[in-house]
């Protein structure tokens, strides 16, 4: 029963994830389903001695590439990749009407 609730345990906080595309959660289980399943398994004291090592290393990655594609396009107006919350129309077109009961905006509804 342990070792069931771990595992479900592991899949729920899954949620915590914040929200991406499916290549985005393919690309993550694929990289911790390889080193912490395979390669625990059969290389356990290469993964003790490099897995938080490896782990540091990709954190590091994503923050580089950040700063990177900020200067390298963003900072010349290049349309770069097409990030989650980047675009202008992922919002809900009533998020500009008002919350006050009574006031009334043409295409908003009335509170």
């Given at each position: 029963m342990?070792q069931?609730?771990?595992?479900?345990?592991?899949?729920?906080r899954?949620?915590?994830?914040p929200?991406?595309?499916?290549?985005?959660?393919?690309?993550?289980?694929?990289?911790?389903?390889?080193?912490?399943?395979?390669?625990?398994?059969?290389?356990?004291?290469w993964?003790a001695?490099?897995?938080?090592?490896?782990s540091?290393?990709?954190?590091?990655?994503v923050?580089f590439?950040?700063?990177f594609?900020?200067?390298?396009?963003?900072?010349y107006d290049?349309?770069?990749?097409?990030?989650?919350?980047?675009?202008?129309?992922?919002?809900?077109?009533?998020?500009?009407?008002?919350i006050?009961?009574?006031?009334?905006?043409?295409?908003?509804?009335?509170?």
């Amino acid at each position: 029963m342990d070792q069931f609730y771990t595992h479900a345990h592991a899949l729920g906080r899954s949620i915590a994830l914040p929200s991406a595309k499916a290549v985005n959660y393919l690309s993550w289980g694929a990289v911790g389903i390889f080193f912490n399943y395979y390669v625990f398994r059969r290389y356990k004291s290469w993964w003790a001695r490099h897995n938080y090592i490896l782990s540091a290393a990709l954190d590091a990655g994503v923050a580089f590439m950040g700063v990177f594609l900020y200067f390298t396009l963003q900072s010349y107006d290049i349309s770069g990749p097409e990030w989650r919350g980047l675009d202008s129309s992922d919002h809900c077109p009533l998020a500009k009407c008002p919350i006050s009961p009574g006031i009334v905006v043409h295409r908003c509804p009335v509170l």
